[in-house]
């Protein structure tokens, strides 16, 4: 069983939350640092600027988009070891990977999500 969820950073706070890590590179419009309570902010496992802005979170670039992402998150030491500090945090308590992005479905944190899972499988 997975102790890695999802949510938007404007969602409310839940204790249930557990560690709860900002993973955009960028700080979401119009929240407070102190409202996000935040446990850490991991900038470095977002997309690099390039592959963000690339995206654009254009849906029909997604599956292209997924493939760059996970590339990253395997090949670049810093986004690679980030993935497994979040790895080391969910062995011990839940963790709530937090984005500011507002489609749910073609965003990087779900991108994020399946490579931290996958390595959790290993």
Same mark, same amino acid.
């Given at each position: 069983? /997975?102790?890695?969820?999802?949510?938007?950073?404007?969602?409310?706070?839940?204790?249930?939350?557990?560690?709860?890590?900002?993973?955009?590179?960028?700080?979401?419009?119009?929240?407070?640092?102190?409202?996000?309570? *935040?446990?850490?902010?991991?900038?470095?496992?977002?997309? /690099?600027?390039?592959?963000?802005?690339?995206?654009? =979170?254009?849906?029909?670039?997604?599956?292209?988009?997924?493939?760059?992402?996970?590339?990253? *998150?395997?090949?670049?030491?810093?986004? /690679?070891?980030? !993935?497994?500090?979040?790895?080391?945090?969910?062995?011990?308590?839940? !963790?709530?990977?937090?984005?500011?992005?507002?489609?749910?479905?073609?965003? =990087?944190?779900?991108?994020?999500?399946?490579?931290?899972?996958?390595?959790?499988?290993?």
């Amino acid at each position: 069983m /997975s102790n890695i969820f999802l949510k938007r950073v404007y969602e409310p706070f839940d204790e249930m939350d557990g560690c709860r890590i900002l993973v955009d590179r960028l700080w979401p419009r119009g929240i407070s640092k102190e409202k996000a309570k *935040l446990s850490f902010w991991l900038k470095e496992a977002a997309p /690099s600027p390039e592959l963000r802005k690339w995206f654009c =979170h254009k849906p029909e670039l997604f599956p292209e988009f997924r493939e760059r992402y996970l590339e990253e *998150l395997r090949r670049e030491g810093v986004q /690679s070891q980030t !993935v497994d500090q979040i790895i080391e945090i969910a062995a011990k308590e839940p !963790v709530t990977l937090l984005y500011g992005a507002k489609d749910p479905i073609y965003n =990087h944190a779900l991108v994020l999500e399946e490579e931290i899972k996958n390595r959790m499988k290993d």
